[in-house]
């Protein structure tokens, strides 16, 4: 296993974290027993939030992890999925923060999380009593850093106005580079942690796509993305083949198209950890892959002309807007 710094914390954690998101989908007790093997393999970051699955991911992991909690580092998340408060069910009051950590300790079956994040930013409330709550909370031995998930770059400086931020989480992976260009140095400049999630690009760089696969009518990924780069599911046989030309790539090297993209995440300096859901012990194996090898700068030139040679503009010009 590969261990990376995490911020300005005391804690180092492996550079893949085991995403449990996927609980929000679908729940079986193959992904339970996924965990304790990762724990196993030297996996130490473990990535939930009460949204996934109302409470069931963080129940999950604290059962599966039982007397090794003390071994890894728990992220969790707050202030989203209130129905009841518009706009987008997002909530960064005090109280609302307090309630949502007493829950998940209950649910993790803990008394403290290693990182906490507000789910996604709340524009209703002052990012300052957001902040000052999570600090409370870290006064209180509850919590032993402070992040922030999915906040534009205007409002990252805005929370550290009130307090300072330990860990950032944002979408990062081939066809979403958003934050490369804006987020990446800053986090390097301030020695921010940087938690890169959907890693896999949400399943289509896992490789596993064909031509014929369609996405479920209630599937999110079928709907457009205006604000990445590129909406890699809406022409999902171009994708194909662009990723089957980047398994060209990833077949160089020896390995699968989900071990390159996980290792081209990792190649950025920015980074402390991918995450990356994980449903069984098959893909656990498969993601440990990505581990002990480095892309060389040809490598990195070769992705970069399979996205010229269709086309696909990565834009990490773009600003990233929650």
Known sequence: MEYRRFGPTDLTISVIGFGCWAVSRVYTQEMADAIPIAVDRGITCFDTAPVYGNGESEQMLGKALGSRRKDVVVVTKCGAGYANRPPKGRDGRREAIFASVDESLRNLQTDY??????????????????????????????????????????????????????????????FDRRV????????????????GWASLANGILSGAF???????DNDWRGNAIPEYGTDMYADIPGTVRLIDDL????????????????????????????????????????????????????????????????????????????
């Open 247 to 322: 398994k060209v790539v990833a077949r160089k090297r020896g390995k699968t198209m989900a071990q390159l993209a996980l290792r081209w995440v990792l190649s950025n300096p920015a980074v402390s950890v991918a995450l990356v859901g994980i449903t069984n012990v098959a893909e656990l194996e498969e993601n440990l892959g990505a581990l002990d090898w480095a892309l060389s700068g040809e490598d990195l030139r070769e992705v970069d002309e399979v996205f010229a040679r269709y086309g696909v503009e990565t834009r990490p010009d773009l600003p990233f807007e929650p």
């Open 113 to 174: 999380v290693d990182v906490l994040m507000p789910h996604w930013p709340d524009t209703g409330t002052s990012f300052e009593e957001t902040m000052l709550a999570m600090d409370d909370l870290v006064q209180q031995g509850k919590v032993r850093a402070v992040g922030l998930s999915n906040f534009s770059m205007e409002q990252i400086k805005e929370c550290e106005a009130a307090r300072r931020v330990d860990v950032l989480q944002h979408s990062y992976h081939m």
């Open 210 to 216: 064909t031509a014929e696969t369609k996405l479920p």
């Open 180 to 195: 490369e260009t804006t987020i990446h140095p800053y986090c390097e400049q301030q020695g921010i942690g940087v938690m």
